[in-house]
């Protein structure tokens, strides 16, 4: 149980993590660590940059595609001898092929904005056939208006793919599937307040009766303001409350831990438009988790992120990053991990159908403050890195040709991995 970093393994949709009013713009492969702002000009948390589909405008649109990809160590094992102690060889890479079929739908009904967005993605694997599988999404998102003070969105998707094997090494076929519905609104007070609130209920499992400990169900909910400045710069403040139970309790040695936890933050959340070029995004604040077992893995204290958007020319753009947060971890024995990580990427649109993407990300995982019950996960440091190039021959169809390295370095520790990829897909919108 895994959250993905970057994988190669299945071609799907991760619409959870995707911004709520930017659910219409659905990668088709995608392999986030973290919700991109949905003003990045260069989506870095994505390696490599995902294939988005763009609903056409008032309009049922099908789409196909295929893709093939080699992974030289598919399974994030440490060398070629762990691989034979595994009892699968010494040869740690095998290439997948997938082949896709979606629809998109997008409906206006006088102020109403409806989308949606389907898609099947059968995957095969050359030599580890026993991960063949059907990845399987869907997404709804109605953008409602009443008059012109409120507005807001209200949606579900659906997802299930293999998980990624950034900490699950194990040959077998680890299906994950989520759920998650949302509603949202915002009542704007004159042309210089908002206020906003939203609900979020997400469930996710794991098909594999091993993993099912990292089963969960979180509620959320969040409300806040923003100041409107004249300038389109925002400057908000925003309450979150998070609760999440796990079903099955996770078997420590002989204890039998539950994982549930509640989680309250208070964060400043700043768009500022800075120059005509250059936006700043900030979002931080205080975040308190309490664990319904073991207070000694409660957290307290500030998270952070900061990223910028600078469009250099007509053609460059370049994003950066840098944050300190705790991140979830759903497939080892510990709750979280406080994150320290940094990401930028630029894209070069060289001529109207051919753009080069760089991306590199940083990331450095503590697990000591969640690990006090001795099932001790070794802290590490992982270094993501894709160069993409994007050809569209015509308006309807996409090429996308990206080389990729990744790593895994354990401190005080041996183990980790590299990997390297390359992936090919092609798309085709009717």
């Known amino acids: 149980m895994s959250r993905p970093i970057k994988s190669l393994v299945g071609r799907r949709v991760l619409f959870c993590g995707l911004p709520w009013k930017s659910v219409l713009l659905i990668p088709i492969c995608s392999c986030a660590a973290a919700p991109a702002f949905a003003g990045d000009a260069v989506q870095t948390d994505y390696i490599p940059s995902p294939d988005i589909v763009i609903p056409t405008p008032d309009a049922v649109t099908p789409y196909v595609g295929y893709g093939i990809s080699y992974d030289s160590n598919l399974l994030r094992l440490p060398s070629a001898a762990s691989a034979q102690t595994a009892g699968i060889g010494s040869n740690l890479s095998d290439f997948t092929r997938s082949a896709l079929f979606g629809l998109t739908v997008d409906k206006t009904f006088s102020q109403q904005h409806l989308t949606a967005n389907l898609n099947a993605a059968k995957v095969d694997y050359d030599r580890f056939s026993q991960l063949d599988h059907i990845d399987k999404n869907a997404a709804l998102n109605w953008n409602w208006h009443a008059g012109q003070q409120f507005q807001g969105n209200v949606g579900t998707s659906y997802t299930q793919g293999l998980t990624p094997f950034i900490n699950f090494h194990l040959l077998e076929r680890n299906l994950r599937t989520t759920e998650k519905f949302y509603a949202d609104g915002s009542w704007l007070l004159g042309p210089s307040w908002r206020l906003r609130g939203g609900l979020v209920h997400s469930k996710l499992w794991y098909d594999l009766a091993s993993q099912q400990p990292g089963n969960n169900t979180q509620n959320q909910e969040e409300l806040g303001v923003d100041y409107l400045a004249s300038s389109g710069s925002t400057i908000g403040l925003q309450l979150r409350h998070t609760r999440a139970d796990y079903p099955n309790p996770e078997l420590n040695g002989a204890t039998a831990v539950l994982n549930g936890y ?31 077992e073991f207070s000694s893995r409660n957290f307290s204290g500030i998270n952070t992120r900061v990223s ?19 991140g979830a971890i759903d497939d080892v024995s510990v709750v979280y991990s406080l994150n320290h990580g940094a990401s930028i990427g630029s894209s070069w649109q060289y001529s109207e159908q051919v753009q080069l993407v760089a991306q590199y990300r940083y990331i450095e995982r503590n697990f000591n403050q969640s690990s006090e019950l001795g099932a001790a996960y070794p802290n590490d440091t992982l270094r993501d890195m894709a160069l993409s190039l994007v050809y569209n021959p015509t308006r309807k169809w996409r090429i996308q040709l990206s080389g990729t390295r990744s790593t895994q370095t354990l401190q005080n520790a041996s183990g980790g991995y590299v990997s390297n990829g390359v992936m090919l897909t092609t798309r085709y919108t009717f």
């Open 262 to 292: 509640s989680q309250d933050e208070l964060k400043a959340k700043i768009d500022w438009l800075l120059t005509g070029k250059t936006t700043l995004h900030f979002l931080g604040g205080w975040v308190s988790r309490k664990q319904d």
């Open 308 to 326: 910028a958007d600078w469009l250099a020319t007509g053609k460059i753009a370049v994003s950066v990053a840098g944050w300190r947060e705790i």
